[in-house]
């Protein structure tokens, strides 16, 4: 089955040049239909100029766009500016979602906006009280799959619960992984170990029809120890931002040392293949975009820094979450287990 | 004016010898005395095998050692442990402390049971309702202080206000600086942004005696943004264990990438001085301790894995620490703060 993937080409700090170099180069890759949303005009100018620098050889025509010709900015107020700017990118995107026009929708673009957006527009699956952005983590085993990293950043243990469910059927679908584990971030691996949130949250953890391995130390989220890591939405931003922020000054306090010393300035060139690889094996746009899950949709929010690399992976990854069906089963799973009756209780204890 | 620096000689992963190795060390290096508190028999026996192995000269006779032959484990659970163990190295040390027969005292040991003794038998500096454990955190500027990094995983707003000052005054104290700048670990910069929570603390902090730059978000952790960052135990304590945990992963994957490659491998030899000065600089040890603010008393929570060199740079936290009077001056700011209605005001206001 063929589908078509919507991008908007106005959000991002590179828009709209890099979601458009990323979507196209995606069409190359994919049989499915890249759909550009944004502003029309703009996207045909940003096409000139990327056939004189880049030599891309595509006419407009052939390419589906949809016009959005007004643009939610990256620091707007989520909830205000999806009311007032109804021919954003956003808000025509998610719309041409909930009307099945395109199968999924991928953006850079303002994060708050994207999840307000899919919540008021496609609304929740039954069963999911609110949405979570989960984030492929690389780890030294394989990868690790991260929720949530801001959508709810004042949930519920049930929350946490439901998050659990939809992590471990997403991992087990697109990552192709039977016995899917799950862990969740404390700071110790005891159960009596952490705040009063987070020892609820185990409580029902132990109960749940999950694979709980128990707490996951946030030494160990690197090391692979566990598929699934689920927290709160502070707590996973401030992780995903620091690792981001570390990274980024670790690379700096190497290279600084590096090229200050005339010796390892002279090793560094033997050393360029490896830092290529190693570049590859933290980069971010790898990996595409973070999943969000939850809303009746698949939506795949981008790092607001992605190039095109990183857009393109992006719409692969929607065309992932396609093909395995992934809001179905979820759907399916989570109306098997509530309808559970102890599955019931259990809920019912921890939302008292 | 000399100091006594207790030295906890059992407690850490690599107790006693790396201990005690720090202690000697230090004495080396300072005029102050270092008392050795721990299994006497231990000492002894571990000190003759240092004579053998690294050519250590010093006599058992010119050592201060104070004997506890109980040991509280690393895993121990801390309140009971320092009821059950009143002869371990912990207790009696921070007994010592107490009865001012040392000035200062340094463990690697089981840090719930150092916090827990401390508060228990120090007591708190009036005006602090809960103590709070400080970092250093190498920046691409200089070094930040991060607090709290786990001592109170369920803390008051009011809780992060004192963390706020006594990590303003111990900064500027400690690292000579006139303008100490205090951020809020939140996770985007607009004061609406974050949980409930931190944005009471926001409000509590914009009206509060210290020089507030707003909320830091946690990829600027590291680019040495502000001097003092705040936040609960929980969120401190995860972003300290993920640090450490990125790069060691981002370590290995590196000299990974490194080792299969043959010319980067020759590359390697090049580039070495200038891996061992970055390690210098990521290194926990150059740091020694982290602080415990709040009680009555110089306490340094040296890290589980310290080597000699963290243990030798830890008393020589606690002797600068000394030499500034900190707690006398954390003590002073405090009284002159709720003395002032204004802030009494502020103070009721937020804890309502």
Chains 1, 2 share one sequence.
Not at 34 to 40: A, E, N, S, W
Not at 146 to 156: C, E, H, S, T
Not at 185 to 212: C, M, Q, Y
Request: aromatic letters at 6%; a neutral charge.
């Amino acid at each position: 089955m063929s589908y078509r993937v919507g991008i908007d080409i106005s959000g991002g700090d590179y828009a709209p040049l890099e979601p458009l170099k990323g979507a196209i180069w995606a069409q190359e890759e994919i049989d499915d239909k890249v759909v550009l949303i944004g502003d029309k005009k703009e996207i045909g100018q940003t096409l000139e100029k990327l056939k004189d620098k880049d030599k891309i050889k595509i006419r407009i025509e052939d390419l589906e766009i949809v016009d959005a010709p007004e643009k939610i900015e990256m620091d707007d107020l989520a909830a205000m500016s999806i009311r007032k700017k109804r021919n954003s990118s956003i808000v025509v995107g998610i719309d041409l979602l909930k009307k099945g026009k395109i199968d999924a929708f991928v953006s850079c673009g303002n994060t708050g906006a994207v999840v307000s957006a899919s919540t008021l527009m496609l609304r929740l699956i039954e069963g999911v009280e609110r949405p979570g952005i989960s984030v492929f983590v690389p780890t030294a085993k394989n990868v690790s799959l991260l929720i949530d990293v801001g959508a709810n950043v004042n949930p519920k243990p049930l929350h946490l619960l439901q998050y659990g469910i939809m992590a471990s059927l997403y991992y087990s679908l697109v990552l192709n992984k039977r016995e899917v584990t799950v862990g969740l971030l404390n700071i110790g691996e005891e159960e009596t170990k952490g705040p009063d949130f987070v020892r609820t949250v185990h409580k029902l953890f132990s109960s749940a029809p999950i694979n709980f391995i128990g707490n996951l130390e946030a030494k160990d989220i690197f090391t692979g120890k566990c598929d699934c890591i689920i927290c709160d939405g502070f707590v996973g931003n401030i992780a995903l931002k620091l690792s981001e922020g570390l990274v980024e000054v670790v690379g700096k306090f190497l290279t600084d040392a590096i090229k200050n010393d005339p010796l390892s300035k002279l090793g560094l060139i033997f050393i360029r293949r490896s830092i290529r690889k190693f570049k590859s094996l933290v980069d971010y746009a790898e990996y595409g975009g973070a999943p969000l899950l939850g809303v009746n949709g698949v939506v795949i929010i981008g790092h607001g820094r992605s190039n095109s690399k990183a857009v393109k992976n992006a719409i692969k990854v929607a065309i992932k979450e396609l093909n395995r069906d992934v809001i179905g089963e979820i759907r399916g799973r989570l109306k098997e287990i509530y309808e559970n009756n102890s599955i019931k209780e259990l809920i019912s204890s921890a939302t008292q």
